[in-house]
């Protein structure tokens, strides 16, 4: 009941705040005539700066105009703890991203962790797999998030798999990830599409968006730089190679076209550059420009 109380506190004195300082809340940062979002950022974006002063990072996401954001952990926070120092700073969780294994062994315990943070969206960015992945991973993996979807949609919350490059693997007429999203229910299985991570193995996202539609319900939006080499399917590039939003090799009114009509529920950047911090407005900007 005590940390309610504070929750709760905290969310009515952030308004308070937000209000008495003339902010227009209405607006979210990188939303403009075309794209409406929602819009919102992958914490792991500020991995680095989390380490040192989670408060003040939070402040800092706060200050770049983000409204909602993607967990990817707590900071050794709990999660009322962490909801209360989001409330703090004008911010909603409105997805996460746990741990595979987690999902695998003990669903229940991540749709109560969920349920605390107050998510709409619980998910994982990995699916564990020795060497390339296969399509015996695939069939189990598949099995898996049915099952982790079952019990988190007995609690309200929608479980996703976020792709990573490496399920682009041929099989018979398309990849591993068409096995993956025909062998998933879409009742209990959505998908977060990662921009970079279709790019980069040499796929369309536009394509892919328009083929799986409704599947899609998340996405993080990701440029990869020009000039890298693509059809890869290892799982990492050098952080340099995350550019600005409309730099790089995307062609982003054609995907974010797409996406508006598969109707996705979130969209988050997330940058893994060395230079984070710097690029962030840059996308924002680039985004409350485009035109599709």
Do not use: C
Not at 196 to 215: E, I, N
């Amino acid at each position: 009941m005590k940390r309610t109380i504070v929750y709760l506190t905290a969310i009515i004195m952030t308004s308070l705040s937000f209000i008495a300082k003339g902010e227009d809340v209405r607006k979210p940062a990188g939303t403009g005539d075309s794209f409406k979002g929602p819009l919102g950022l992958q914490l792991w974006s500020l991995r680095d700066e989390f380490k040192k002063d989670v408060p003040g990072t939070l402040a800092k996401v706060r200050e770049l105009g983000f409204r909602t954001v993607e967990l990817a952990g707590t900071y050794e926070k709990s999660p009322e703890e962490f909801n209360a120092m989001l409330a703090a700073n004008g911010l909603k969780a409105v997805a996460g991203h746990f741990g595979y294994e987690r999902f695998r062994d003990d669903p229940e315990g991540v749709a109560k962790e969920a349920k605390a943070l107050g998510l709409e969206f619980a998910g994982t960015a990995w699916i564990p797999h020795d060497g390339p992945f296969t399509e015996a991973n695939a069939h189990e993996a598949a099995k898996v998030m049915n099952h982790a979807g079952e019990v988190l949609a007995k609690h309200g919350i929608k479980f996703y798999l976020h792709n990573h490059g490496y399920e682009f693997v041929p099989h018979g007429n398309g990849t591993l990830f068409d096995v993956l999203m025909k062998e998933t229910k879409p009742e209990f299985v959505s998908f977060e599409m990662d921009v970079m991570w279709v790019v980069f193995p040499g796929q369309d996202p536009a394509r892919l968006m328009k083929k799986y539609g409704k599947r899609w319900a998340l996405m993080h939006i990701k440029d990869l730089k020009k000039g890298v080499p693509t059809g890869s399917l290892a799982a990492g590039t050098d952080g340099k190679n995350g550019v600005v939003i409309g730099t790089g090799q995307t062609d982003w009114p054609a995907l974010l076209r797409a996406s508006k009509k598969a109707g996705l529920k979130h969209y988050f950047i997330e940058d893994e550059s060395p230079t984070v911090l710097e690029q962030i407005p840059h996308s924002l900007k680039y985004l409350e420009k485009v035109k599709f």
